[in-house]
């Protein structure tokens, strides 16, 4: 039986500016975003007809998931009948600001087109990709990436610094449509730059490029939130910021062991998820 296992990275949007609404209610963004190397594993495996999944967490194994959504969105493409399986385990914090599902969702199309010989060409991949979910396009690229459109045009940046950081989550879940619902520009700056230069690979100038318009509505709803990020702060983190729609926060630190010194410190106090976690490229 044909099989493939595939690493599906969470990401972080260190820097993310709102520029527009569109007329859908879908947002013109710039963001850079970064693979991490926490990540889901997914196994996809070519066999009798149908789709099925099965996931560690049972209550994400519904026709909803992503992950299917991806297979037949492929097998539509691709113009046959579908015939496959997959195994998925969750190790990012579901509706975290972290892209778990829009990861495993990149994942499923690339381990079915490699199954399939690589019977789609790259541009199809990325069409479909934007069809599932607007961070979808970005895990397809395999490394830090400057986004832009609805998050969907990306352009793959290699040699951009990997980051040493530690990841903390709240234990409650947030709807990426209601954060950007409750959005306003009134909280913007408009002054701010939308394009960022390349930094040095120093942790302090790393983290002046934080930004996230969508912060100011999670930590409005969320107090919790501001308390982390003083948190971090105070365990030596040079910047912090909430990823994407949230409400996962993120410190960046000097040096690996910094951050793992951090995680232990945090997870200490039993409050809050916490993971010490590092930039990839594929
Ligand atoms: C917050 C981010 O993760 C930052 O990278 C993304 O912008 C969200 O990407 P995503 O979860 O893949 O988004 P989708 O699944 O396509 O959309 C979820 C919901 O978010 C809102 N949405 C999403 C992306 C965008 N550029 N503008 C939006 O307004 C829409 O209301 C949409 O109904
Ligand atoms: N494979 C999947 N993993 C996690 N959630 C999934 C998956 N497939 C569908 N979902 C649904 O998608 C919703 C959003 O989950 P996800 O973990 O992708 O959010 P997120 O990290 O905030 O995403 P983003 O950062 O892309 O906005 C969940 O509430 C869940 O019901």
Known sequence: MKQLTLSAPAKVNLFLRVLGRRPDGYHDLATLMQPLDLADTLTARLGSPGLSLTCDRSELAGPDNLVLAAARAYYAAL???????????????????LG????????????LNALHDGALEPRRMVELAAGLGADVPFFLAGCTAWCTGIGERVEPWPDFPLLDMVLVNPRFALSTAHVYQQFDFYWTNPHQPIRIKRPSRNATSLAQL????????????HPTLGQIKQTLRKTGARGCLMSGSGPTVFGVFADAAQAEQAARNLRAQGRWWVRSCRGVRA
Do not use: C, H, Q, W
């Open 79 to 97: 113009g046959r009948e579908p015939a496959a399986s997959f195994e998925l385990t969750k190790r990012i914090p579901v509706a975290a600001g």
């Open 100 to 111: 778990g599902g829009s990861s495993d969702a990149a994942a499923a199309l690339m381990a």
């Open 210 to 221: 934080l930004v996230n318009d969508l912060e100011k509505v999670s930590l409005e709803e």
